[in-house]
C-alpha cells in the first residue's frame, strides 16, 4: 500500500543545482532504507544513492560524490536527493525507492518504487 511520490526535476544548466523530493504515504517509512536511482535514454537504471533508516549511513555513486547528497526527514515521511554542480550526464529519470533493510539496498532489493521525476542538465 505504500506510495512514493517524486518531486523536483526540471531543466538546468551544467553547474545549476536541484532538490530532489521523495513523498512516502507508509505509516513506517522510518523502517525503510531509501535508495535514488536514475536511468538515462538508452541505459539501464543505476544507483545513485543510499540511506539508511537513520539517515546515519549513506552510499553514492562515485560520480556523483561530492556533488549529490541524500537525506531524510522521518517525520515527514520524506527523502531528499540534493544535486549540485549538475552535468549533462546526469541528465535522466529519477526515481526513489523503498528497502526493507539496507542490506536488501545494497543488494538492490527494493519493495517499493515511485514514478520518477525527470531531470535534464544543458551544456
Known amino acids: 500500500q505504500a506510495q512514493l511520490v517524486e518531486s523536483g526535476g526540471g531543466l538546468v544548466q551544467a553547474g545549476g543545482s536541484l532538490r530532489l523530493s521523495c513523498a512516502a504515504s507508509t505509516r513506517t517509512f522510518s523502517n525503510y532504507a531509501m535508495g535514488w536511482f536514475r536511468q538515462a535514454p538508452g541505459k539501464e537504471r543505476e544507483f545513485v544513492a543510499i540511506?539508511?533508516?537513520?539517515?546515519?549511513?549513506?552510499y553514492y555513486l562515485d560520480s556523483v560524490k561530492g556533488r549529490f547528497t541524500i537525506s531524510r526527514d522521518n517525520a515527514k515521511n520524506m527523502v531528499y536527493l540534493q544535486m549540485n554542480s549538475l552535468k549533462p550526464e546526469d541528465t535522466a529519470l529519477y526515481y526513489c525507492?523503498?528497502?526493507?533493510?539496507?542490506?536488501?539496498?545494497?543488494?538492490?532489493?527494493?519493495?517499493?518504487w515511485g514514478q520518477g521525476t525527470q531531470v535534464t542538465v544543458s551544456s
Open positions: 525507492a523503498a528497502a526493507v533493510t539496507i542490506m536488501r539496498a545494497q543488494r538492490n532489493e527494493y519493495t517499493y
Open positions: 540511506i539508511s533508516d537513520s539517515g546515519l549511513t549513506t
